[in-house]
């Protein structure tokens, strides 16, 4: 089992629609959880961390549910611009390794 | 500007002909690391290092080297590149205490 699993996609959504993917984690005592946006053939940047109580950015939320091992991204209100490839990362261990889930690409239609 | 620089952008290379791609950060941050995309495969990290003069290998450092001699430089180097070495990497920093990792804009290697 990979250590930090996510669906490959792709998603394919229409303009406006809500979407939503989950990260799985395998370490129990992953410390922080990250969501990173890459556009293709780009360098990922930071989209959003996750904490434990959620967070909202526009119309981006973040989740973690510790208990069952996840976090999950919810896009509202989808936009053009939206389509590319959305990496989950984790920090664990005393080390403070990162690790990058394979990534979820969307494609957002008119 | 906050920035991880690395280079060369794009290169076409042969079989054997050693390189070396640098990779500078003006961020004092401790943590580095390489980084290799491929279709299908995702990102794979090649080597890290958590301070100068510490390295330690990734999932994939088969046919690579490092060197952390200063905080801000972190060269890759292939020693006798092969064909499948040819990817996209990409170079990163990241400070425990600002707790976001920040990469280079990548590099396209094709070993021919």
């Known amino acids: 089992r990979k250590e930090v699993e996510q669906d490959p996609g792709p998603f394919n959504v229409p303009e406006g629609a809500t979407v939503a993917f989950n990260c799985t984690y395998s370490?129990?005592?992953?410390?922080?959880f990250f969501w990173y946006r890459q556009d293709c053939r780009k360098e990922p940047k930071l989209l959003m961390s996750?904490?434990?109580s959620g967070n909202e950015d526009g119309r981006f939320t973040a989740q973690l549910n510790r208990a069952s091992q996840y976090i999950s991204l919810l896009i509202r209100d989808s936009k053009l611009s939206d389509s590319a490839t959305y990496l989950c990362?984790?920090?664990?261990?005393?080390?403070?390794?990162?690790?990058f889930g394979g990534g979820t690409r969307l494609m957002v239609k008119p | 500007e906050a920035q991880v620089t690395q280079n060369p952008r794009y290169l076409i290379t042969v079989t054997g002909k050693k390189l070396t791609v640098t990779c500078s950060q003006n961020m004092n941050h401790e943590y580095m690391s390489w980084y290799r995309q491929d279709p299908g495969l995702g990102l794979r990290q090649i080597y890290y290092?958590?301070?100068?003069?510490?390295?330690d290998k990734g999932d994939v450092p088969e046919g690579y080297k490092v060197s952390r001699k200063e905080k801000r430089n972190f060269p890759l180097i292939l020693e006798s590149p092969s064909p499948n070495q040819t990817s996209l990497y990409f170079c990163?920093?990241?400070?425990?205490?600002?707790?976001?990792?920040?990469f280079g804009a990548g590099s396209r290697l094709t070993v021919l």
């Open positions: 370490n129990s005592a992953s410390q922080s």
């Open positions: 990163a920093s990241w400070s425990q205490g600002a707790n976001v990792l920040t």
């Open positions: 990362v984790v920090l664990s261990g005393a080390g403070n390794m990162l690790t």
């Open positions: 996750v904490y434990s």
């Open positions: 290092s958590m301070n100068v003069e510490v390295t």
